[in-house]
């Protein structure tokens, strides 16, 4: 098992990994501690059925740049490999603004191939590659050095067995012709609005029942300190304060150190100093906040006139379409989409892109009375009107 732990050594590998089509790619890191995540090892593995071409990165070791790992990651003729690629990707596009390119994604691959949503590492290593894996190590911390034999061996096993999955996964996408399905689903992993929070936009993320424009106003600000303040001292949000002391300050207005003291659910931390003052702050300027500046959300959806029989038939739809193509049901649209098709809203993702191609067409046809749903044995068939 091969560490490298110099800039010399990663160039060497890079430079013979450029001679292959692709590489195999994961990452171990920390966020408990932090609001950006702590890069600890990369694994990369080049072709072949053996471990030899595949290495750990130390990315702690002194003195090392990865730089000749990001200048792979920029050549287009050398595939970059991942599973569930998003955590990984923002580490890269944090620490270096670089997305690796061409990326493929196996679980993006495997829900396109019909291995079901979101679906796992390990699931795809015991279907594909007909082997079991030890995750005895999965939660360890990998900021320690040295790391044990048990950790190298599980690091290694991310990229080694992902060789088997992507050849296995990438000869069916070209046998099927659902390579632009999978292309079309990277682009939201290869775009930085994914990675990029404003903390004017982080109340959005606020899960709340209250739709006072007043309340909102406050809950933006308190959320827009907190993002700011995370973001600068790199500490995660919840260290500053959590979801439900947010919604409380929203509720309860404090306006001097008095006020915030009498907290049910406010840390310790946040009763004093610059978070205290930053809360304080906020408040105040949510509580002032003119009324036409104040958060409007989108209740657009609340509203809709859902026809029920229609939208029950749209699930069926779903269900036989679905199966047809061998695709999970939620990767094309969720119950929400299709109440909002029902309910005569057409700018819904499941009416878009490849997507539409599988269900969004008949869907249309549903909606528009042009075709209808026929029962036969166990399946569905779609009769002409």
Not at 94 to 109: S, Y
Not at 281 to 302: E, F, I, L, N, Q
Request: proline fraction near 4%.
């Amino acid at each position: 098992m091969k560490t490298i732990t110099t800039t010399e050594a990663l160039a060497e590998y890079c430079a013979e990994a450029r001679k292959h089509p692709y590489v195999t790619v994961d990452t171990e890191f920390l966020r408990e501690r932090t609001y950006y995540s702590k890069l600890c090892l990369v694994q990369l593995a080049m072709p072949g059925d053996t471990d030899d071409n595949a290495v750990l990165v130390d990315p702690l070791a002194d003195g090392i740049s990865v730089a000749p790992l990001l200048e792979l990651f920029k050549d287009t003729n050398v595939v970059k490999v991942f599973h569930a690629a998003r955590q990984d990707l923002e580490i890269f596009f944090v620490e270096a603004g670089v997305f690796p390119e061409p990326l493929f994604d196996t679980q993006v691959a495997a829900m396109v191939c019909g291995f079901g949503e979101q679906v796992g590492y390990e699931t795809l290593v015991r279907k594909i590659a007909k082997q079991s894996l030890d995750k005895t190590s999965r939660f360890t911390d990998w900021s320690r050095r040295p790391l044990t034999d048990a950790q190298k061996k599980y690091a290694l096993a991310d990229v080694t067995h992902l060789r088997v999955i992507y050849e296995y996964l990438s000869a069916k996408l070209e046998k099927t012709g659902r390579d632009a399905w999978v292309r079309e689903e990277l682009r939201i992993l290869t775009n930085p609005d994914t990675y990029i929070i404003q903390p004017e936009d982080a109340w959005k993320r606020v899960k709340t029942r209250t739709t006072s424009g007043k309340f909102l106003a406050v809950v933006r600000e308190l959320a827009k300190f907190r993002e700011a303040y995370a973001q600068e001292r790199n500490v995660p949000r919840s260290r500053v304060f959590k979801d439900d002391a947010l919604v409380e300050l929203a509720s309860t207005k404090p306006a001097n150190m008095q006020d915030l003291g009498r907290s049910r659910l406010l840390l310790r931390e946040a009763r004093k100093g610059d978070i205290a003052n930053g809360i304080l702050a906020a408040v105040k300027a949510g509580v002032d906040c003119p009324a036409d500046k104040m958060p409007k959300p989108d209740t657009s959806r609340d509203k809709l006139q859902v026809n029920p029989a229609l939208a029950d038939l749209l699930r069926v739809l779903l269900k036989a379409k679905t199966e047809h193509a061998g695709v999970a049901s939620r990767l094309i649209a969720p119950a929400a989409d299709l109440d909002a098709i029902a309910a005569g809203l057409r700018d819904v993702p499941a009416l878009q892109g490849w997507r539409k191609e599988v269900f969004g067409n008949d869907a249309l046809r549903l909606c528009n009375g042009e075709v209808a749903l026929a029962a036969k044995g166990k399946n569905v068939k779609i009769i002409e009107l």
